[in-house]
């Protein structure tokens, strides 16, 4: 058996993060995908925990090698997901997690194919995700006002994932991340069947 990959997508504010990392408690043989900045570290953020933090020209070069699933330049920096440490939590047999936009997760389905389990998470209207954007009082009214906007073109892409999760109420919405993920780790595609038949027969 190899490894599988579960991506989790979904507007800012619709929970998902939280919901990764109470799921990823619950969930044996896990990676957790962390990503690849050129910004500045912030107070409070931990190397190799929050982000890997390297230079502009070591992240030009790891594009030049072809060494990221994706990445995107944001402000002037560059942010993507370096493929080396994915490939060796794969071969190790474990459950790598994505926490990746749309974009994002259509690259990833690219690369890996059917060994891939998606699943987006939403809000029950946009009305709620407002609310909630506005209640964590992190964001300025017109960040806020962009988040939306981007929630809405990601709403039109929930037919490329394999599961849609209503966060509504956290705890059943926790419980239904926590069965696909296991559920996933017995897909057919995500194993070697060749090899499982030849030693079952």
């Known amino acids: 058996m190899k490894g599988s990959i579960l ?14 990392h109470e799921m990823i408690k619950r969930i ?19 190397e190799g925990k929050d982000y890997f933090f390297i230079s502009k020209d070591e992240f030009r070069k790891g594009i030049e090698e072809g060494n990221f699933l994706e990445w995107a ?8 997901t370096s493929l080396k440490p994915i490939l060796k939590e794969l071969n190790a047999g474990k459950m790598v997690i994505f926490d ?6 259509k690259i990833a389905k690219e690369k890996f194919g059917n ?19 506005v209640q964590r009082g992190t964001d300025l009214p017109e ?3 962009k988040r939306l906007n981007n929630a809405i ?14 966060n509504d109420y956290f705890d059943k919405t926790l419980e239904s991340l926590v069965s ?5 780790k017995n897909r057919i595609s995500s194993l070697n069947t060749e090899e499982f038949i030849s030693s079952w027969i």
Request: charged residues 25%.
């Open 180 to 184: 696909i993920a296991n559920a996933s």
């Open 115 to 133: 060994i891939i389990t998606s699943v987006f998470v939403t809000t029950p209207s946009l009305d709620v995700l407002k609310e909630r954007l």
């Open 153 to 166: 073109s990601e709403m039109t892409r929930i037919k490329e994932y394999d599961f849609l999760l209503i």
């Open 73 to 80: 330049r944001v402000h002037d920096n560059y942010y993507g």
């Open 100 to 105: 990746i936009d749309v974009q994002g997760h």
């Open 28 to 46: 044996d043989n896990t990676y957790f995908s962390i990503s690849t900045t050129t910004r500045e570290q912030r107070d409070g953020e931990i």
């Open 143 to 145: 960040s806020i006002e």
């Open 7 to 20: 991506v989790i997508s979904g507007p800012s504010g619709s929970g998902k993060s939280t919901l990764m």
